[in-house]
């Protein structure tokens, strides 16, 4: 876990899986339980997503 910003009932967070960033939206109530440096799993959610993606 590197970063998080709240957002209202949701809010966005950012994790590193390997070398690559991941950006995702959780629910708040999760977040003081989600401080930098704490080592978290992720997963997809059969739902609706937007992607960005850059060139290296």
């Known amino acids: 876990m ?3 910003s709240f957002l209202g009932a949701t809010s966005r967070v ?3 899986v390997g070398e690559t960033l991941v ?3 959780v629910a708040s109530g999760l977040l003081p ?4 440096g704490t080592a978290v799993r992720v997963t997809l ?3 609706p997503v937007a992607l960005d993606v850059s060139v290296n």
């Open 23 to 25: 950006v995702a939206q």
């Open 14 to 16: 950012t994790v590193t």
């Open 2 to 4: 590197l970063t998080s």
């Open 33 to 36: 339980s989600l401080t930098p």
């Open 45 to 47: 959610q059969p739902v």
